[in-house]
């Protein structure tokens, strides 16, 4: 496996991200996890698939950093509960509300779930490439499909999040407490305030982006002008 991976949740999203590539193989099959590797314009990438929550992730995440994995781009869907994103739009999340459930167990509550800041800045670039319409997003992840995401966040119901899933901020503390750049696209399939619900090619849109993003990522590294070590004590 390359140490550039794109994670999608669902084991079928995988092929969908591939379907750009060259040379695609499938590398391991098991359970929620399956991954396939192959080449997005002459680089070469894996994708592999994380199932469902932050448990689920926690498992892929630390099985990828034992094989040198160390970028990482989840590609998601998630709901919307502010009117700026409408169906099919890419949100980049810049941080996450922990109540994910996951990270809990690895630090303590008030340590932050951020992205990386290069990943983040290569995913902006992918969906200018692109032409992709995108925003930057804080993101609220809870490990709970129903009722964790039908309650209210604070008084007024929204303390500036954007958007609401389930995988986010877990993979963000534990990839970053085993030493791995992380981001995250998310593509809208609904939108609460604006009752409006679907893909409406925003999937796709996040999976091309993300690869595209990665190629920018390994472009930066080669160039010597990304440090790549997050640790500033060594």
């Avoid at 998630?78 to 109540?99: H, N, Q, S």
């Avoid at 630090?107 to 990386?116: G, H, K, L, M, S």
């Avoid at 490439?129 to 709970?144: A, H, I, Q």
């Avoid at 609401?164 to 970053?176: A, F, K, R």
Wanted: hydrophobic letters at 40%; a negative charge.
């Amino acid at each position: 496996v390359p140490p550039y991976v794109i994670l999608p949740g669902a084991p079928e999203r995988t092929l969908k991200i591939a379907k750009t590539w060259e040379d695609v193989k499938e590398v391991a099959s098991y359970r929620e996890y399956k991954t396939v590797t192959g080449k997005y314009k002459g680089v070469e990438l894996a994708c592999t698939s994380t199932g469902i929550g932050g448990p689920s992730s926690e498992i892929c995440l630390h099985e990828l950093n034992t094989l040198g994995v160390h970028t990482c781009i989840r590609v998601g869907t998630t709901g919307c509960i502010v009117p700026e994103f409408d169906l099919g739009d890419l949100i980049i999340p810049v941080a996450a509300y922990r109540k994910d459930g996951t990270s809990a167990t690895y630090i303590e509550p008030e340590f932050p779930a951020f992205a990386n800041t290069y990943v983040v800045m290569a995913l902006m670039q992918a969906c200018e490439r692109l032409g992709f319409r995108y925003g930057l997003g804080l993101d609220y992840t809870v490990g709970s499909f129903y009722i964790g995401q039908g309650r209210p966040l604070n008084e007024d119901g929204k303390a500036g999040v954007t958007n609401i899933e389930m995988e986010t901020s877990g993979q963000l503390v534990v990839g970053y407490l085993h030493g791995m750049r992380m981001g995250a696209i998310l593509s809208v399939i609904s939108n609460r305030v604006l009752d409006r619900w679907g893909d409406n090619g925003g999937e796709e849109k996040a999976c091309l982006a993300a690869a595209e993003a990665m190629k920018i990522l390994m472009e930066w590294d080669k160039s010597g002008k990304v440090q790549m070590d997050i640790n500033l004590n060594r």
